[in-house]
């Protein structure tokens, strides 16, 4: 369901991408959650982030007390596709780094948007087969966390002083990330993969029906490191560097011309130095989205879309 004062809080982070707008048409899956402000709580997302808020956590506009119900909204995505979907990579220093999670979230009450007084205690799921617990940190993103899909300034996800690390913890039949919460926006959970003995710079051009699309974009997808690059893109031809050498990774490009959808899918059994071609093709995003996914699951190596 569509809300709208949460969506338009992000789309103004997001710079207003039409390719963005179409991925999720009626905004992104919004979860809600509605707070007494005045008594601790404890509150699970769908996804498995769990968030502990103190009493006298959230002040209003004024200053003072929130003393209406608190209504707090959130987006998350775990998986590399859903990343991909909501436009999101997990670089940091422009340096690819392990994926846990990607989140927005954001509250109000009756007169407005609230703000933290104190911090809420975080909990993110641990996915399987992540390579460094220990390495984990929390990341603050604002505009231009992302450059392809909304050609915004290139910068990252920057470390956040005031969240630290994210300390892996066990209970209650589950693994987690622990760690602090300092205020609203995009967060992301992301790992530091250490220092890459190689590295590849990669480039690949999308072949288009069309000469020139309304607006393009393009990401690298590695699974087994859990990481999503997006790309630098000039015209037809989308690059990204420091990637890890000897990966296997799906290269991705979006594109939207008028009404309709194109994409294009791109398995690499080995990421090295080099150029591809991606033949990109009018479709739906759910089509594009079944792809993907089936491309994820197929044994290596696999032919493309």
Avoid at 25 to 32: F, L, R, W
Avoid at 135 to 151: D, E, P
Avoid at 210 to 222: I, K, N, S, T
Avoid at 252 to 262: E, H, K, N, Q
Wanted: charged letters at 15%.
């Amino acid at each position: 369901m569509k809300v709208s004062g949460f969506w338009t809080a992000i789309a103004q982070e997001t710079s207003g991408s039409r390719l963005f707008e179409m991925l999720f048409p009626e905004g992104p899956p919004v979860q809600q959650f509605e707070l007494d402000a005045d008594y601790e709580q404890n509150l699970v997302t769908g996804g498995g982030l769990s968030l502990s808020i103190a009493p006298k956590s959230f002040r209003n506009w004024r200053g003072g007390w929130c003393r209406t119900p608190v209504h707090l909204r959130l987006v998350e995505a775990y998986t590399l596709p859903d990343m991909v979907l909501l436009g999101k990579n997990s670089l940091a220093g422009n340096v690819l780094h392990e994926a846990a999670a990607v989140f927005h979230v954001q509250a109000e009450d009756a007169e407005g948007p609230v703000f933290l007084e104190k911090s809420l205690s975080v909990e993110l799921p641990l996915p399987e087969g992540i390579h460094n617990p220990l390495a984990f940190q929390l990341y603050h993103g604002s505009q231009g966390a992302t450059r392809a899909v909304f050609n915004a300034t290139p910068s990252d996800w920057q470390a956040d002083p005031s969240a630290g690390h994210l300390h892996p913890g066990k209970g209650g039949g589950r693994k987690f990330l622990s760690g602090s919460l300092p205020g609203f926006g995009w967060f992301a959970g992301l790992g530091n993969l250490g220092k890459l003995r190689h590295s590849a710079m990669m480039s690949f051009r999308a072949i288009t029906p069309y000469e020139r699309m309304d607006e393009m974009a393009g990401f690298l997808m590695l699974e087994e490191k859990r990481g999503v690059a997006d790309m630098f893109q000039g015209g037809n031809k989308f690059s990204c560097f420091n990637i890890p050498s000897n990966q296997k990774a799906i290269a991705v490009l979006l594109g939207i011309l008028g009404d309709s959808f194109y994409w294009g899918i791109q398995p690499i059994e080995r990421t090295q130095n080099g150029n591809w071609f991606i033949e990109m093709g009018e479709g739906t995003v759910s089509e594009f989205v079944l792809a993907l996914q089936e491309q994820l699951q197929r044994p290596w190596p696999f032919p493309s879309y």
